[in-house]
């Protein structure tokens, strides 16, 4: 721990998750998916910027075809999270009426910025959604959203790495871990 604090900084308070384990549910999670859509026309769908490094990931651990697609939104703050009102600020430039759709998320936290995505997105008629995210925080959920697919269901606690960030930084750590002010 002390190597990572000199090398991030003391905000870094622990490692919640670590890489190995990021990879070995990943790997699972690619075989599943797989074997689910084998021989549909799949289109993952990622959220910006925070769930660009698991979207990396989660497509090399796929064993059949997939297309990728890229949305960002803004949520409005209302405080300390979202509204649920989102701005679309990139847009999918693929019609998704012929694919299979999964939503490849970072985390889920009120669930509202995700809820109002989905809505968006089924409404174009899609042959079907689902939800897949890494992280879940249940206890902070307003929204009625439930993800299918979670990789890891988190208390509620600030995290950063592995895409997420506090003020667009720690991304590019390679685990998740707890930060604190
Ligand atoms: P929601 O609409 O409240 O579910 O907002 C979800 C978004 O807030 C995520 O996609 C993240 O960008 C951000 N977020 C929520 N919790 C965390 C966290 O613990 N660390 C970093 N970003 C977070
Ligand atoms: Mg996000």
């Not at 925080?137 to 269901?153: G, H, V, Y």
């Not at 667009?168 to 002010?181: D, G, M």
């Amino acid at each position: 721990m002390d190597g990572i604090k000199a090398i991030y900084g003391n905000n870094i308070k622990r490692i919640m998750i670590s890489e190995e384990e990021i990879r070995q549910k990943i790997c699972e999670t690619g075989i599943s998916l797989s074997e689910k859509y084998k021989g549909r026309p799949l289109l993952l769908v990622s959220i910006l910027k925070g769930a660009f490094i698991f979207l990396a990931d989660i497509c090399r651990s796929l064993t059949i075809p997939c297309e990728i697609g890229f949305m960002r939104v803004s949520s409005y703050y209302d405080g300390t999270s979202s509204s649920g009102k989102v701005n679309i600020l990139l847009d999918l430039d693929i019609d998704i009426s012929r694919y299979h759709v999964v939503v490849v998320e970072d985390i889920i936290d009120t669930g509202r910025t995700l809820c109002e995505v989905v809505d968006i997105l089924k409404k174009r008629g899609p042959l079907s959604l689902e939800v897949l995210t890494l992280l879940d925080k249940p206890e902070r959920r307003t929204a009625d959203l439930q993800a299918d697919i979670s990789l890891f269901t988190i208390p509620d606690v600030f995290v950063v790495g592995y895409g997420l960030d506090c003020g667009e930084k720690y991304r590019n750590l390679p685990f998740i871990a707890e930060y604190s002010e």
